[in-house]
């Protein structure tokens, strides 16, 4: 019997998708059109955009404006990370920008229920994140509400920091509960930890300063899709 289950959980984590969703924090704002064709080219699928507000995290970043924008810009995958205080006075904009995925913060809200299911209302899928101090029993009860779970790497606000290796711990018990759920990564991806979170479980990689601060964020992109392979 327990084999049996085993089995069938390896098939469910076989069938997930392998996602690269190349993040924009650190890309040519003053030319996001080739940012964009960049990563199109290299072979991803998503793009990953990091709203920031100053208070929730210590960065500011930007806004459903240029969400809009990238939207008119491009047929990548959307996948909205909302690092901002109260993202329910938020979400409807976002949606309204043509987000695919909305993830919000477990810290940020006082009732992530509700916050989720309007979030699914609006249309997109939502996601919930933790940051790497917070423990994973914090969004257990919503796990059946969620299309995909972010597990930061680093402390949110900055790209290009180190990754933080205690986080493949929740990974890996993520992995075991829901073997068919899909489960990001975000903070510190290099083509050598690519694997390691692979194998605690991740099957979507956030990755920022090793495309966009590489000579040709087309390649760097292209090495990350096919290491997925
Ligand atoms: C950090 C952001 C990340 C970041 C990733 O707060 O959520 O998405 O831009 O960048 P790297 O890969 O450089 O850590
Ligand atoms: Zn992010």
């Not at 990548?76 to 006075?89: F, K, R």
């Not at 939502?126 to 423990?135: D, G, K, L, M, Q």
């Not at 933080?164 to 899909?182: F, H, V």
């Not at 083509?191 to 099957?203: I, T």
Request: glycine share 8%; hydrophobic share 45%; net charge negative.
């Amino acid at each position: 019997m327990i084999i049996k289950c085993v089995k069938t959980d390896y098939i469910l984590r076989m069938s997930l998708k392998q996602i690269i969703a190349p993040s924009l924090l650190n890309a040519n704002f003053l030319n996001l059109g080739s940012s964009l064709s960049a990563i199109e080219n290299g072979g991803a699928a998503w793009v990953h955009l990091d709203i920031m507000d100053g208070h929730f995290v210590p960065n500011i970043s930007f806004g459903p404006g240029i969400v809009a924008e990238i939207k008119r810009g491009t047929s990548l995958v959307l996948d909205c990370h909302l690092m901002i205080s109260a993202p329910e006075h938020h979400v409807d904009a976002f949606a309204a920008a043509g987000a695919d995925y909305i993830t919000v913060h477990a810290e940020t809200t006082h009732h992530l229920d509700r916050l989720l299911q309007r979030i699914r209302e609006l249309g997109c899928k939502p996601a919930v994140s933790i940051n790497p101090a917070t423990p994973l029993e914090m969004i257990y009860p919503v796990l059946d509400v969620v299309d995909m779970v972010l597990i930061m790497s680093v402390n949110p606000g900055f790209g290009g920091q180190s990754f933080i290796p205690y986080t493949l711990d929740k990974l890996r018990e993520l992995r075991r509960r829901r073997p068919e759920l899909d489960l990001q990564i975000d903070g510190g991806i290099k083509l050598g930890n690519l694997d390691s979170a692979r194998e605690a479980g991740a099957n979507v990689f956030v990755v920022g300063s090793a495309i966009f601060g590489a000579e040709s964020p087309e390649n760097a992109c292209r090495e990350f899709v096919r290491r997925l392979k």
